[in-house]
């Protein structure tokens, strides 16, 4: 059991007091801490993903759930990501010197909460031991609000519009509060500048959005932002989902840490979107094995690095990924390198966009020779829409079949595989494109096919490309969400290509200028994709 939360406060090196709730096992203790750290009003203590702290606290923590600063009850001004240093470390501190604690304190959280644990870490606050970071995007820039140069735009205006309706309720702006609530349930994607709304601009000119836009490459803004791991080395629990826009940086701080840390590093990656960790991601059931096991996870970490308990930790596989179409976990002692591949080609004879049985995926050997290109015609009149996918919204599997038999669309499917086909890490799709613009899109989806031609999206990737050049063939890596997946003999994989992806990415304008450029200003892009042997999908073999 454990008893109703109580309020405490702590007062920052700065004199702002920031407000948690203090959740205790019965008994006498001492008792470790558990921390989070969080900007959403701390009554909700992240239980879209986690246990109640309740439930934490009944197994011998002491839970300490905290409004960041401006946020919730706490003083100060909410500034993303920019007090979270300080703060950090003052908080746990503060929270491992609370009545009944034995001093010895963990954190745990996902998303900001997750990224509010690094931003701790680097200050080197000594009560911290040990960390559990799900789903963060590590880079700021290459992880959560860019990706390979486009702006995430669904993801990133949803989320900035949610802070700035809570900026405004804080204040008690009522028409403003219900001016950006209304526009979270209708993301306002038809103004004259997509990514910049009125709604915005007019009720939070203070919002972070407004940087993001105007910083589309990776400059000083976004390294001043990146948490600072240098001189950091903790026990930490990585948590990520196939369908999670921040993959990429649950990937790159675990390799990070292994590179370095002389403490282990376990990494687990379920099939899911950013919020629920159930067993159902968008259209598809994967079955009992992917309800969320990381409550009973994260006691077993905890124990093991703040109770001094043998949980059996050190006995396990370091990495845990969950093969889609299996639905089953799967061990691994590193991750996956991609040393063994299976490559197909490209192949059409130029009618790809127009029939689905004409693009193929083919062994490298014995190549026809594609007799003419295969043109794409984007119009951003009409641009291919996102579906599911690690970006879109509502995010997972679904069926996408009718966004396949659209003619900007190119899909090349292989046979019936004869024999099962195991694939993890890292997808990478080579093409030789040429535009008629200075700058494109390019979007690229990997699908199973099942035998009764529905069609379920795995993993996809998105790259905007500028170019100095026009009407000459370049060569483009466009590298996929990374994955794990098992297709069935029987069954077949789809590659999808097309020059858009909207609303999880803005429309290229084509004009070779970022996200800021009017709709009316838009082209039309016309690409060619040549198929031949630098026409490429490499698979990196499990």
């Not at 963060?136 to 959560?144: E, K, N, P, T």
């Not at 789809?494 to 996200?515: I, K």
Request: net charge negative; aromatic share 10%; proline share 7%.
């Amino acid at each position: 059991m454990s008893h109703p939360s109580e309020t405490y406060s702590l007062c920052t090196r700065d004199g702002t007091r920031l407000d948690a709730d203090v959740y205790y096992p019965d008994g006498d203790g001492p008792w470790p801490v558990l921390l989070m750290r969080q900007p959403y009003g701390r009554a909700i203590a992240s239980t879209v993903v986690y246990a109640h702290p309740t439930w934490y606290a009944a197994h011998g923590y002491i839970v300490v759930i905290q409004d960041v600063r401006g946020r919730g009850t706490s003083e100060g001004e909410f500034d993303l990501f920019a007090h979270e240093v300080d703060d950090g470390y003052d908080s746990v501190q503060w929270a491992a010197q609370l009545p009944g604690s034995s001093g010895q304190l963990g954190m745990y959280g996902f998303s900001y909460q997750g990224m509010t644990q690094l931003y701790a870490a680097q200050a080197n606050p000594s009560a911290l031991k040990a960390l559990a970071p799900a789903m963060v995007g590590y880079d700021l820039y290459h992880d959560w609000a860019y990706e390979n140069g486009a702006l995430r735009l669904q993801a990133g205006l949803g989320w900035a519009i949610q802070l700035a309706a809570e900026t405004a309720r804080l204040k008690g702006d009522e028409t403003a509060f219900n001016a950006l609530r209304s526009a979270s349930r209708n993301l306002p994607l038809n103004g004259p500048i997509v990514a910049c709304p009125d709604v915005l601009k007019q009720y939070a000119p203070e919002s972070f959005w407004h940087d993001w836009i105007a910083h589309p490459d990776n400059d000083d803004y976004w390294q001043r932002l990146k948490p600072d791991l240098t001189n950091v080395d903790l026990p930490m629990l990585h948590i990520g989902g196939w369908f999670d826009p921040y993959l990429t940086g649950d990937i790159r701080l675990f390799k990070e840490m292994v590179s370095k840390s002389q403490h282990p590093q376990q990494f687990w990656i379920g099939p899911w979107s950013h919020i629920p960790w159930s067993r159902k991601v968008g259209a598809v059931d994967f079955g009992p094995e992917a309800m969320n096991p990381i409550d009973r996870l994260q006691i077993q970490w905890f124990d093991h690095w703040l109770k001094d308990t043998n949980t059996g930790l050190s006995k396990q596989p370091p990495i845990h990924l969950f093969e889609m179409g299996s639905n089953q976990w799967q061990p691994f002692d590193q991750w996956p390198s991609g040393a063994q591949t299976h490559t197909y080609r490209l192949q059409s004879s130029g009618l790809a966009a127009m029939r689905e049985d004409d693009g193929a995926l083919v062994a490298s050997k014995g190549l026809d020779v594609t007799p003419a290109p295969d043109v794409l015609v984007h119009d951003p009149w009409r641009p291919v829409p996102s579906l599911g996918g690690h970006t879109g919204f509502p995010s997972g599997s679904f069926e996408r079949s009718a966004i396949d038999g659209r003619s900007d669309v190119l899909t090349y499917t292989t046979g019936l595989l004869e024999t099962d086909l195991a694939v993890a890490g890292d997808v990478t799709v080579t093409l030789s494109v040429q535009a008629d613009t200075t700058s494109y899109d390019l979007g690229a989806v990997l699908s199973v096919v099942y035998p009764n031609h529905t069609v379920f999206n795995l993993t996809q990737g998105y790259r905007r490309i500028d170019s100095r050049q026009t009407l000459s063939f370049e060569s483009i890596e466009l590298r996929l969400q990374p994955t794990c997946f098992r297709l069935m003999a029987g069954q077949a994989l789809r590659l999808s290509l097309s020059a858009a992806c909207f609303p999880a990415y803005p429309v290229n304008p084509g004009t070779g200028a970022d996200a800021t450029v009017p709709t009316i200003n838009h082209k039309i892009i016309t690409l060619m994709v040549h198929c031949g042997s630098d026409t490429l999908l490499t698979l990196p073999l499990a």
